[in-house]
């Protein structure tokens, strides 16, 4: 049976970090998460909601000191409709344009996408692999959370009980080269079988890669970096055997598991296969 549990609706932030002071609450942005809580079809419903639809210190995206900024509030749709973004970071877009459908990424937020922490969030291996940092806070401050230790165990993160996710805040950097591919069952409306992200740095084509960071999702128990493999690629340039050794490695690296929407097996494949591709590609193979 569906529950009604009860919403609180703040004014402005301060009143929002009040509220979570006194009694945490489960935040709602977009809802397009939490709403099949509150129906019973997923997990156990919220004891109490607090709508942030109001707080419009969450929401724009700007670009301050070489970093792209966006808010908490920010909408998928909003991402993929920005100038900014596609000027600065196109790849993010292009992400975005993955996540559900029209309807969804009109309503679905970055920050519930952040904060929902699910291993199989569509826009979290590229915050990962771009080294963003999560900004939240709460009635005692606030305080900066690098992607890479946010998400700490199965739909689990670094935020306290009474933290809200504030903003996201991605260094743009001119060398950096970025890759993004979701592989689900469709190309809307689908959950993610496979999601990859690929950063690295790089001069030239004949270069040798630098600072590379490759980050998946869909194949542990939250969004990773797949370290191991980063180490292989790192001072490497993109040939075919190089291409070989990766995807090997990626393979060896990862520990996925079978459920209903894919098997072990075919994530282990299918992400060396993309990660194979991809530098194959970068490579002019």
Same mark, same amino acid.
């Given at each position: 049976?569906?529950?009604?549990?009860?919403?609180? #609706?703040?004014?402005?932030?301060?009143?929002? !970090?009040?509220?979570?002071?006194?009694?945490?609450?489960?935040?709602?942005a977009?809802?397009t998460?939490?709403?099949?809580?509150?129906?019973?079809?997923?997990?156990?419903?919220?004891?109490?909601? @607090?709508?942030?639809?109001?707080?419009?210190?969450?929401?724009?995206?700007?670009?301050?000191?070489?970093?792209?900024?966006?808010? +908490?509030?920010?909408?998928?749709?909003?991402? /993929?409709?920005?100038?900014?973004?596609?000027?600065?970071?196109?790849?993010? $877009? &292009?992400? $975005?344009?993955?996540?559900?459908?029209?309807?969804?990424?009109?309503?679905?937020?970055?920050?519930?996408?952040?904060?929902?922490? %699910?291993?199989?969030?569509?826009?979290?291996?590229? @915050?990962?692999?771009?080294?963003?940092?999560?900004?939240?806070?709460?009635?005692?401050? &606030?305080? %900066?959370?690098?992607?890479d230790? !946010?998400?700490?165990?199965?739909?689990?993160?670094?935020?306290?009980?009474?933290?809200?996710?504030?903003?996201?805040?991605?260094? @743009?950097?001119? $060398?950096?080269?970025?890759? !993004?591919r979701?592989?689900? #069952?469709?190309?809307?409306?689908?959950?993610?079988?496979?999601?990859?992200?690929?950063?690295? &740095?790089?001069?030239?084509?004949?270069?040798?890669? %630098?600072h590379?960071?490759? +980050?998946?999702?869909?194949? $542990?128990? /939250?969004?990773?970096? +797949?370290?191991s493999?980063?180490?292989y690629?790192?001072?490497?340039?993109? #040939?075919?055997?190089?291409?070989?050794?990766?995807?090997?490695?990626?393979?060896?690296?990862?520990?996925?598991?079978?459920?209903?929407?894919?098997?072990?097996?075919?994530?282990?494949?299918?992400?060396?296969?993309?990660?194979?591709?991809?530098?194959?590609?970068?490579?002019?193979?």
């Amino acid at each position: 049976m569906p529950v009604e549990p009860p919403v609180e #609706t703040p004014r402005d932030l301060a009143e929002a !970090f009040r509220l979570m002071a006194l009694s945490p609450r489960t935040p709602i942005a977009g809802g397009t998460d939490l709403m099949v809580r509150i129906t019973g079809e997923i997990g156990s419903p919220p004891d109490q909601v @607090l709508d942030l639809s109001r707080l419009e210190e969450l929401r724009g995206i700007a670009l301050e000191d070489g970093r792209l900024t966006l808010g +908490a509030l920010t909408t998928y749709a909003e991402i /993929r409709r920005s100038g900014l973004v596609a000027r600065s970071l196109p790849v993010l $877009a &292009e992400a $975005a344009a993955t996540v559900g459908a029209v309807q969804i990424q009109n309503r679905g937020t970055l920050g519930g996408n952040i904060a929902n922490a %699910s291993p199989a969030g569509d826009t979290l291996p590229l @915050l990962l692999a771009l080294e963003a940092v999560i900004e939240v806070g709460g009635a005692r401050g &606030e305080r %900066s959370i690098p992607a890479d230790q !946010f998400w700490i165990a199965y739909r689990t993160t670094a935020l306290a009980p009474d933290e809200l996710v504030l903003r996201v805040r991605i260094p @743009l950097v001119e $060398a950096r080269q970025v890759r !993004f591919r979701k592989v689900g #069952t469709r190309r809307a409306q689908a959950i993610s079988k496979v999601v990859l992200a690929l950063a690295w &740095e790089q001069a030239d084509r004949k270069d040798r890669w %630098s600072h590379v960071r490759l +980050a998946l999702g869909s194949v $542990a128990d /939250r969004p990773i970096r +797949a370290r191991s493999t980063e180490l292989y690629l790192e001072g490497s340039r993109a #040939t075919l055997e190089t291409a070989d050794g990766a995807a090997e490695t990626v393979a060896a690296e990862i520990r996925p598991i079978d459920d209903v929407r894919s098997t072990a097996d075919y994530r282990r494949q299918v992400t060396a296969r993309i990660l194979h591709r991809i530098i194959r590609d970068a490579g002019g193979w």
